[in-house]
T-cell receptor, first 116, second 114 residues
Framework: DAGVIQSPRHEVTEMGQEVTLRCKPI?????LFWYRQTMMRGLELLIY????????DSGMPEDRFSAKMPNASFSTLKIQPSEPRDSAVYFC??????????????FGDGTRLSIL | AQTVTQSQPEMSVQEAETVTLSCTYD???????LFWYKQPPSRQMILVIR??????QNATENRFSVNFQKAAKSFSLKISDSQLGDAAMYFC???????????FGEGTQLTVNP
């Protein structure tokens, strides 16, 4: 079975540019999560969706960050404009949500983002 | 709010030996789920083991087992017969029953010495 698929695997861009990270959750999973991982702050939850609806976006750092989930099989995390401090590894994860609460979140391989 | 604490930023173990990673959590819920994830240098987040709070029996997955002490709110991971491939960052995580989100600890970096 395919796991959570993230693209791109690596992204290097100059500050001020728009960055779009993509995620395809596992089929049948109805919860999707975006995390950011840095050495300083560890693993932070940015936002999560349930049935394509954003439930908690309190972790989104500022208005430069936005996330969408137009359908059950696709989500994007966008940073516009990007800044060097946004450099991090961004993970997408999915799970079966509240219906099956003991099921873990399954993570993608992450996108390593470098803003120069 | 729930919090998860891993008090050991780094641990090391000799190959073939046993090591225990500590995790404590704080919650007012009576039912919840606990997980250990492993993140090797490849940066994948891999589920190692899970425990349901309502189960008294400690979970076991091959060389990995947990010591779940509900009253003490402790959830340690024991790795037996350590292998070089076990070297990774290990994260403890908590999930309540009222939502889908996980609360992660800070992580413990495990080194396995040959």
């Amino acid at each position: 079975d395919a796991g959570v698929i993230q693209s791109p695997r690596h992204e290097v861009t100059e500050m001020g540019q728009e960055v779009t990270l993509r995620c395809k959750p596992i089929s049948g999973h109805n919860s999707l999560f975006w995390y950011r991982q840095t050495m300083m702050r560890g693993l932070e939850l940015l936002i999560y969706f349930n049935n394509n609806v954003p439930i908690d976006d309190s972790g989104m750092p500022e208005d430069r960050f936005s996330a969408k989930m137009p359908n059950a099989s696709f989500s994007t995390l966008k940073i516009q404009p990007s800044e060097p401090r946004d450099s991090a590894v961004y993970f997408c994860a999915s799970s079966q949500g509240r219906q099956v609460p003991n099921q873990p979140q399954h993570f993608g391989d992450g996108t390593r983002l470098s803003i120069l | 709010a729930q919090t998860v604490t891993q008090s050991q930023p780094e641990m090391s173990v000799q190959e073939a030996e046993t090591v225990t990673l500590s995790c404590t959590y704080d919650t007012s819920e009576s039912d919840y789920y606990l997980f250990w994830y492993k993140q090797p240098p490849s940066r994948q987040m891999i589920l190692v083991i899970r425990q349901e709070a309502y189960k008294q029996q400690n979970a076991t997955e091959n060389r990995f087992s947990v010591n779940f002490q509900k009253a003490a709110k402790s959830f340690s991971l024991k790795i037996s017969d350590s292998q070089l491939g076990d070297a990774a960052m290990y994260f403890c995580a908590y999930k309540g029953t009222s939502g889908s989100r996980l609360t992660f600890g800070e992580g413990t970096q495990l080194t396995v010495n040959p």
